[in-house]
């Protein structure tokens, strides 16, 4: 699977939109983009997964650019339980393995 | 929809005791289960790989006669950790998924802190 590079951590205000960013620039053309939460001695929580085209849920919203090297995941509207461990992981839909990097620390701060 | 449970959260046992972590799909049926672990400040690292009736695979480096796990049915699969010493103290994490049944990601237990003492 294609690595993926993170920023190690970020702070955001409560209220506002956090945009976590992730470069993959090796991504094969049959490679999702994945991203799970770890909200501190809990396992992951999935968010949101696309392949080309941007995504949206009920959680956050997935933007991938048009040459797919990189992506950024917004929360729109941060709140205090959003601090977590992000992780972007890139797979082929097919293959049930994750591979998890250390991902981004987010701090929601009142 | 698509939850699983692990039983216990957290357990304590002393040094050559043996440990068994249970992960329950509750929600749908569960062909691929996964184990994972991790340690303090550190990333999840996969332990092994089991599909519904078949021997589990285990990833490089992880001793499949220390760490037994089954996956005897559709909603359950199990680990053991046999002989456990302080250094397997961690946290361990399943998660199960079903892509032939329409999931299209894992999804993940809450853990189980193990102590060793």
């Known amino acids: 699977d294609a690595k993926t590079t993170q920023p190690t951590s970020m702070d955001c205000a409560e209220g506002r939109a956090a945009n976590l960013p992730c470069n993959h620039s090796t991504i094969s053309g049959n490679e999702y983009v994945y991203w799970y939460r770890q909200i501190h001695s809990q396992g992951p929580q999935y968010i949101i997964h696309g392949l080309k085209n941007n995504e949206t849920n009920e959680m956050a919203s997935l933007i991938i650019t048009e040459d797919r090297k990189s992506s950024t995941l917004i929360l729109p509207h941060a709140t205090l339980r959003d601090t977590a461990v992000y992780y972007c992981?890139?797979?082929?839909?097919?293959?049930?393995?994750?591979?998890f990097g250390a991902g981004t620390t987010v701090t929601v701060r009142a | 929809g698509a939850v699983v449970s692990q039983h216990p959260s957290w357990v304590i046992c002393k040094s050559g005791t043996s440990v068994k972590i249970e992960c329950r799909s509750l929600d749908f049926q569960a062909t691929t289960m996964f184990w994972y672990r991790q340690f303090p400040k550190q990333s999840l690292m996969l332990m092994a790989t089991s599909n519904e009736g078949s021997k589990a695979t285990y990833e490089q480096g992880v001793e499949k006669d220390k760490f037994l796990i089954n996956h005897a049915s559709l909603t359950l699969s199990t680990l053991t950790v046999t002989s456990a010493h302080p250094e397997d103290s961690s946290f361990y994490i399943c998660?199960?998924?079903?892509?032939?049944?329409?999931?299209?990601?894992?999804?993940f237990g809450p853990g189980t802190r193990l102590t060793v003492l």
């Open positions: 992981i890139v797979r082929v839909f097919n293959d049930y393995k994750l591979s």
């Open positions: 998660s199960a998924t079903n892509l032939a049944g329409g999931l299209d990601t894992q999804y």
